[in-house]
């Protein structure tokens, strides 16, 4: 049973004994059964069944075309993939020629064949009417197969190199595109009937079109064939040329790229350019294929692998910009099919294991099929009032929600084609996530876990949000001196702050309003209620980590090894206080924050390969070495600090600095915290998440607490605290009153016996910390804020 929310005391125990009460609960796997196909590269629809399979290294993944729900995996794999809806068959076309039941998707045949499929164009095709299955190999040689016994009827030599195949259904003939000619092949004796020159190289495309019977050839000239004659129309040199086409039934129309700079519509009854559009220039072309159901040609200039760009056919111009749609590299072929009975097109992402849902009619992005298991968690974050922890894998660009009650997968999102830095705002329970690719902010919201439109203006890393939630400070980009600031209500951007330098790292104080800027060797103070005026602290070295102590309310610039001093800063009066020497951070560590233990007001930053400085923010000096190659995490309620070296993960004791436990953990990566079950998660490995439990904290699971044990209570903006229920054992010191923290475990307030006034602060989630004169001992509560 979950635990309510509101009749939570949280009593954490903690003394030497407890060494043992740290543990591996259990592995939580990112991936299920049907995922595995990673570079996912290419798609089919399968109209039997009405699913789609994907194909790419190491797995054939189907899934419902509706729903996106997964329903078969399967072992073999290709660069091709098509179907045979006559036989009841899909075809997958990798080391050899797979046969799978469209009903069961059960494989039911398998043809060795010796195939190449790394051209732009399709090496196989499929002609229904005759039961056959034509294939390219790595020699100049056409395989045919009987698609209703999976079996090989026949080769077809042929008098030149071969790239990929055009199939002209209506007359049954195959066109075959080598390096200077097309070869013929009639379909029903399976014989060559004429070679075709076409003076170009085999990378270049072709469309056929049923209604005027011609092929049309792309690259540096346009060649248009007769297919009834078999023979060149015509052969015009081009300015730029054509590397993709796509023909259009509706208007017998051939839409193709132009130098990487225009759509170029050509009419296929009078063989004449009726309308060049320009596009935005590309590097080059990925991907290229026309919705016969809509009217409507897609393709992606290479310029920016997140963006696939609509062309209305009738209208003859560019409707729609989808972000998000993250499509790879261009072949192999098909990375793009349609669904005609939902209207629903399907796009392979071929870097990833994944398949954007495209709505044909609306010109938006449905879903994400994730069918790759590489997740490879790059951050790890959690909400405490869902008790919910998120996880991003870059290389996905996939969000994974687990529950953190019973360690369940809830569900993955896409947010980007490349997010890889989150800022996180626990007050008003949002996760901003950049997304490298498109310079944009993916917003996700916690209460419901729901992904809103980036925003584009201006934001990129670094970032910081302020203490009550309500803004975020982001850089502007490369060699930009400024600072853009997001108001966090309606996830705008509302102004700037002017530094004179590009910002490297930005942090925000708890009480005192103020932001905070490393620039280089420059220290930047912002008080953000006087104009948003800065003060400027040279210093003579370059920063290495940022650390912050809010009880002493100053921040402590580290040196990076062969530095070996911190200058400390007092945010009061933005003044340098002293400068120490320490030893300094090790040098291959980025730029960061070290951890802070705000039980004991210390920081730990690396110093070594294998080790952790500890810095004493009351002494200003560092007071041990503990053994550890990072700290990441601290459980402000247990007084525990987690790290990880190079054999798993490490707990240390908050108090003293000791060990309490290693737990062998595989790679592991970002952690993330659930106070309420004593729960620390670990991204582990690729696709792996590690549970590791504490147990010494007093909390029951068997059931509710009564509401009535509930030690503070909030009514019309005051917050009503009694006595404790858990007073301290004789002799361990006297219980002073409270503290109520933050959701980052900082102080917010101190707390007295009865009436305490909270109506200054903004809304969320906070902590009531029972405080004593040992450290060791405390209870703690969780509130929350509402207005």
């Not at 130098?259 to 060049?276: P, Q």
Request: net charge negative; proline share 5%; with cysteine.
């Amino acid at each position: 049973m979950r635990l309510s929310w509101s009749a939570i005391v949280a009593v954490a125990l903690l003394g030497a004994g407890a060494a043992a009460a740290q543990y591996v609960e259990g592995y939580l796997r990112l991936d299920d059964e049907y995922s595995g196909a990673n570079s996912a590269a290419c798609v089919a629809y399968d109209s039997v069944a009405n699913a789609v399979y994907v194909s790419g290294w190491r797995a054939t993944i189907v899934f419902d075309a509706a729903t996106g729900r997964k329903l078969a995996r399967m072992p073999q794999y290709g660069d091709w993939v098509a179907a045979a809806p006559a036989d009841g068959k899909m075809y997958v076309l990798g080391r050899s020629l797979y046969s799978f039941d469209a009903s069961t998707h059960q494989l039911i045949g398998t043809v060795e064949v010796r195939s190449r499929t790394w051209e732009i164009t399709p090496p196989a095709a499929v002609s229904s009417t005759l039961h056959k299955l034509y294939h390219c190999t790595e020699y100049s040689v056409i395989g045919v197969v009987d698609t209703r016994t999976d079996s090989l009827l026949r080769t077809i030599a042929l008098p030149g190199t071969i790239s990929g195949l055009c199939y002209a259904q209506n007359l049954e003939k195959l066109y075959v595109t080598g390096w200077r000619e097309i070869t013929v092949i009639d379909c029903i004796s399976d014989s060559i009937i004429a070679v075709l020159p076409v003076w170009t190289d085999r990378y270049w495309v072709q469309a056929y079109s049923p209604v005027s019977e011609k092929l049309y050839h792309g690259g540096d000239y346009l060649t248009v064939i007769d297919c009834r004659a078999d023979t060149v129309l015509r052969r015009e040199p081009l300015p730029y040329f054509v590397a993709f086409m796509a023909y259009d039934p509706l208007s017998n129309r051939v839409y193709c790229d132009y130098g990487e700079r225009a759509v170029l519509t050509i009419d296929c009854a009078s063989d004449s350019v009726v309308r060049v559009v320009e596009t935005r220039t590309a590097e080059t072309w990925y991907a290229s294929f026309l919705n016969s159901s809509a009217g409507k040609f897609y393709y992606d200039a290479g310029c920016n692998r997140a963006t696939i760009w609509v062309y209305d056919c009738a209208a003859d111009s560019q409707v729609a910009v989808l972000h998000g749609a993250l499509q790879g590299f261009g072949p192999p072929y098909p990375n793009l099919c349609l669904n005609p009975r939902d209207n629903i097109v399907y796009m392979a992402n071929y870097e990833c294991g994944m398949v954007t849902v495209i709505d044909g009619a609306g010109d938006s992005l449905l879903r994400t099929v994730v069918v790759g298991d590489n997740f490879g968690l790059d951050e790890l974050w959690c909400d405490w009032t869902t008790g919910r922890v998120y996880g991003l894998a870059e290389h996905l660009g996939a969000l994974s929600v687990i529950d953190g009650a019973t360690n369940t997968l809830v569900a993955t999102k896409w947010v980007g084609a490349l997010p890889n830095r989150v800022a996180y705002n626990p007050v008003a329970r949002k996760a901003y996530i950049y997304d490298e690719e498109v310079h944009e902010l993916a917003v996700v919201s916690a209460p419901d876990d729901t992904v809103t439109a980036g925003i584009s203006s201006g934001c990129w890393p670094p970032f910081a949000v302020s203490e009550d939630g309500s803004r975020l400070f982001a850089g502007r980009g490369s060699g930009c001196p400024e600072v853009s600031v997001v108001d966090c209500a309606a996830d705008t951007v509302i102004g700037t702050i002017a530094l004179g330098q590009q910002p490297n790292l930005l942090a925000t104080s708890s009480r005192l309003n103020r932001l905070c800027a490393v620039c280089g060797r420059t220290f930047f103070v912002i008080d953000l209620d006087s104009s948003l005026r800065s003060r400027a602290i040279p210093l003579t070295y370059d920063v290495a980590a940022l650390g912050y102590s809010p009880a002493q309310e100053r921040w402590y610039c580290f040196g990076r090894s062969g530095i070996d001093s911190v200058t400390v800063i007092d945010g009061r009066d933005a003044s340098v206080r002293v400068r120490v020497s320490v030893p300094g951070v090790y040098r291959s560590e980025a730029l960061g924050r070290p951890l802070h233990n705000p039980r004991t007001d210390r920081l730990y930053y690396r110093t070594s390969d294998e080790s952790c400085a500890v810095f004493d923010c009351r002494a200003d000096s560092v007071v041990a070495v503990v053994p550890l190659r990072q700290a990441r995490l601290c459980d402000t309620i247990r007084n525990r600090v987690y790290g990880v070296d190079q054999d798993g993960v490490v707990v240390l004791d908050g108090a003293t600095d000791s060990v309490l436990v290693r737990l062998p953990v595989a790679e592991p990566g970002r952690m993330a915290w659930y106070p309420y079950f004593g729960r620390v998660f670990v991204g582990s490995g690729s696709s792996t998440v590690v549970v590791i439990r504490d147990t010494a904290t007093g909390i029951g699971e068997g059931g509710v607490h009564p509401a009535s044990s509930a030690r503070a209570t909030v009514v019309r903006g005051v917050l009503h605290l009694r006595p404790s229920p858990f007073p301290l054992p004789e002799g361990e010191g006297r219980e002073d009153g409270a503290a109520l923290l933050g959701a980052t475990g900082r102080k917010v307030l101190d707390l007295a016996p009865g009436p305490n006034d909270v109506r200054h602060l903004a809304p969320g989630v906070y902590f009531v910390r029972a405080v004593g004169r040992e450290p060791s001992v405390a209870s703690c509560q969780k509130v929350v804020l509402t207005r």
